[in-house]
């Protein structure tokens, strides 16, 4: 299953990304004249992490393709091109830069959604043997180092802890970071510091969120306006609250890896269908129904409202004022808490177990 010699040129990609990362790191210190201490420390981790980061997919490339088909990394590649495309409207709608930055949000998310799409259509078309291994690898390691390299541009990791989640979020937590990586792409292009501010820039980072174990843009890509997003081990929080708010999704990413986006979407595209009607029945409308049953009830979501940590609290759950019928209620759980808790834990044990006899009873390659 961890055949690296089957990946050729390997060692070669983990002097690269350590070269990389060192260039990376140092430009950027060099760029806001860090001092010497702050430089030598991060230089050092802009190395350490993206050779960790490409190691980590590497491995993670040969564990997932031994246990899933070429034609699963097809339609990853076919979702991640959708959400270029899904990116490109919400920095069209969201994005504070001007319009010369949003153009190029554009044409970075266009060739990205382009080139995934040819790599969807070169993987499904891929035989039962070993040929698509050095692909997933690839780009699994290229992923893996530059999540790597961000962590230690924008120091967003403890050092204690850097090193093994560079790894985890090349290996394990691949997709997350994959995703995390289109949000950072979002927020690089589509915004500037502050909605008011004449000259570009990314958006901001979170003061106070440095050196945690995730990376908190205070002004970054988000769904809707008024809820903080993440994606992996990237969010967008603008309170401290909201940070550790969404941190527990960032130990979802960690803990259970690809299990959770995947399973996170199942729920609220079946869940979604269901509560449409269901509003449509009640009267509630066919938005506010989708929204409560895929986001509200998610149990990923039921998770993380409930949990207080940091400067949190549990908040309640509710449907967004912005999709609530004048006269109906903004507080439709369909699952209160005393269901809502058993149905998560079941739902999560559900995809852990039968992930786990995929491993067991259907490697994908010989």
């Not at 292009?189 to 820039?201: C, L």
């Not at 174990?213 to 969010?235: A, E, K, L």
């Not at 938005?287 to 940091?310: C, R, T």
């Amino acid at each position: 299953m961890f055949d690296i010699d089957l990946i050729p040129g390997w060692q070669t990609a983990l002097v690269v990304s350590a070269a990389t990362g060192l260039v990376f790191t140092l430009v950027a210190r060099l760029i806001e004249r860090s001092d010497g201490a702050k430089t030598a420390v991060t230089v050092v981790e802009g190395a350490l992490y993206a050779t960790l980061g490409a190691l980590g997919g590497l491995l993670g490339a040969l564990f997932f393709t031994y246990v899933l088909p070429p034609k699963f990394f097809a339609i990853a590649a076919f979702a991640l091109a959708a959400m270029c495309a899904v990116g490109i409207v919400l920095g069209l709608v969201h994005g504070t830069g001007g319009a010369a930055r949003k153009a190029v949000g554009i044409a970075v998310y266009a060739v990205l959604a382009i080139l995934l799409v040819i790599g969807g259509v070169a993987l499904w078309d891929a035989g039962d043997d070993t040929s698509h291994v050095l692909y997933i690898a690839s780009f699994l390691a290229a992923s893996g180092a530059s999540m790597g390299i961000s962590f230690a541009v924008y120091q967003s990791a403890h050092w204690a802890l850097g090193w093994l989640l560079a790894f985890v979020n090349g290996s394990w937590g691949a997709l997350g970071t994959l995703t995390g990586l289109l949000l950072h792409v979002g927020t690089w292009t589509f915004f500037s510091r502050d909605a008011s501010a004449p000259a570009p820039g990314a958006a901001r980072v979170l003061p106070n969120s440095e050196r945690r174990f995730f990376h908190c843009w205070q002004n970054g890509m988000r769904i809707m306006p008024d809820y903080f997003f993440s994606q992996g081990p990237v969010m967008t929080a603008w309170t401290q609250h909201g940070m550790w708010h969404e941190a527990v999704h960032v130990v979802q990413h960690y803990l259970f890896g690809p299990l959770m986006p995947i399973s996170y979407v199942a729920w609220a595209a079946v869940m979604g269908v269901a509560g449409a009607i269901v509003g449509l029945v009640k009267g509630n409308g066919i938005v506010h129904g989708a929204f409560a049953w895929a986001y509200v009830n998610n149990p990923w979501e039921v998770w993380e409202y409930n949990s207080a940590w940091g400067s949190s609290s549990p908040t309640p759950r509710k449907v967004s004022d912005a999709v609530v019928n004048p006269g109906k209620s903004a507080t439709d759980l369909v699952f209160g808490n005393a269901l809502a808790w058993p149905l998560t834990i079941a739902w999560i044990l559900l995809w852990v177990v039968g992930f786990a006899l995929l491993v067991v009873f259907a490697g994908g390659r010989p």
